[in-house]
């Protein structure tokens, strides 16, 4: 099975633009979850959809949105970016539908830098 | 609020060594889910257990274990006869269950540094 992949992999964006990250999910999964990886803040959960739903939100301004397809392909979107949003944006799916929690497979994740 | 905390920043062993990654979590919840990944150098996160808050037995895979105890709410991992390949940051994460699954929350990670 082909694993979670996340494009584009690298991307230079100036201040105040906006960017959009995606990610296919593992074949079956229908949960992705974004994660913000930065040096100073560690991991940090941004968002997850399930069944093209927004289930849970962590805490991050409104610039952060996103959206799940029917096909459970998941995009994020940064808007008016700052230098602060410079970080590694981990995507990852699983199999977590309601009562459990699965393990969830990380993508290789988007290095965002802002200028 | 659910918290996790990996107390220890950096480890270095020499080869062969066992070493012990501490984790420590807060959580009100009475069913919830613990897991360790590993994050190589190369940056992907990867998975490497998960355990349910019912389920205190300990787990042997190969050279890793792990030692759950909710008494002291502590989900430790051990690495026996330590190899340079184990060289990576570690990360401790806890979920909750029902809708709460697909978030998980992380320690800030151990970074282990395995010499030959």
């Known amino acids: 099975k082909a694993g979670v992949t996340q494009t584009p992999r690298y991307l230079i964006k100036t201040r105040g633009q906006q960017v959009t990250l995606s990610c296919s999910p593992i074949s079956g999964h229908r949960s992705v979850s974004w994660y913000q990886q930065t040096p100073g803040q560690g991991l940090q959960f941004l968002f997850e959809y399930f069944s093209e739903t927004q289930r849970n939100k962590g805490n991050f301004p409104g610039r952060f949105s996103g959206r799940q397809f029917s096909n459970s392909r998941s995009e994020m979107n940064v808007s008016t970016l700052e230098l602060g949003d410079s970080a590694l944006y981990l995507c990852a799916s699983s199999l977590a539908g309601t009562g459990s929690s699965y393990e969830q497979y990380f993508g290789p994740g988007t290095r965002l830098t802002v200028t | 609020a659910q918290k996790v ?112």
């Open chain 2, 5 to 116: 905390t990996q107390a220890q920043t950096e480890i270095s062993v020499v080869e062969k060594e066992d070493v012990t990654l501490d984790c420590v979590y807060e959580t009100r919840d009475t069913t919830y889910y613990l897991f360790w990944y590993k994050q190589p150098p190369s940056g992907e996160l990867v998975f490497l257990i998960r355990r349910n808050s019912f389920d205190e037995q300990n787990e042997i895979s190969g050279r890793y274990s792990w030692n759950f105890q909710k008494s002291t709410s502590s989900f430790n991992f051990t690495i026996t006869a330590s190899q340079v390949v184990d060289s990576a940051v570690y990360f401790c994460a806890l979920s909750g269950t029902y809708n709460q699954g697909g978030k998980l929350i992380f320690g800030q990670g151990t970074e282990l540094s395995v010499k030959p």
